[in-house]
């Protein structure tokens, strides 16, 4: 049986050229019986390892003069929403307007409430809600170990899993996070890729 033939255009004009002709059929037919699939997954790095490197580069849109944090929730390795963290929309950038924090003179990790800015978390899941995005049952990569506020609104938006690269000083988030069963995994990169510090 001779496959259809293919029309290529060469030189504005249409020459047949059928594969039954040119023996290419029948190479194709053994050359499918032979194929063979090898798997390397050492070739390329973990889904893990690939969203925490798009967290990463989210913080960079952070505008945050003390700490650049960046978040985003993924199902089914699918990105469902971005975030990091930034003023609310329409309200001038920390680099613009200054830190209320540093001008009250608060201490990192004290009186969170008092900040221009949303967390990556908290803008990842507003993402999310305002383009109506189930979060149920997703994982959520973060730069930064979540604070117990965020926790709160993980557990709530159904979250499942949550994979960080730096560590956070909130003992309460891992207290959250285990009471309702939200498994918490820090992940570190080899080879010098992120360090350990920041």
């Known amino acids: 049986m001779i496959l259809e033939d293919s029309q290529y255009k060469s030189d504005e004009r249409m020459v047949k050229y059928p594969l039954e002709v040119r023996g290419l059929k029948a190479k194709l037919e053994e050359y499918l019986k032979n194929v063979k699939i090898v798997r390397k997954t050492d070739l390329r790095e973990s889904w893990d390892h690939y969203f925490m490197k798009v967290a990463m580069l989210l913080k960079e849109r952070s505008t945050c003069i003390h700490r650049k944090v960046g978040a985003l929730i993924v199902k089914n390795n699918r990105i469902l929403a971005t975030g990091y963290n930034q003023p609310p929309s ?11 924090r540093d001008d009250l003179g608060i201490e990192s990790g004290e009186h ?3 900040c221009y800015a949303l967390h990556a978390e908290q803008n990842a ?5 305002r383009f109506g995005i189930s979060t149920d049952g997703a ?3 973060v730069t930064h170990k979540p604070c117990s506020i965020c926790a709160r609104l993980i557990i709530n938006a159904g979250i499942k899993r949550v994979v960080y690269h730096y560590d956070y000083p909130d003992p309460l988030t891992e207290f959250l996070f285990t009471m309702t069963g939200v498994v918490v995994e820090r992940i570190s990169f080899d080879g010098g890729e992120l360090s350990e510090s920041e």
Do not use: K, R, S, V
């Open 125 to 129: 899941l507003m993402q999310a809600a």
């Open 139 to 141: 994982t959520m990569y």
């Open 112 to 114: 969170q409430e008092i």
């Open 90 to 100: 329409h309200f001038p950038h920390c680099d613009e307007i200054g830190c209320i």
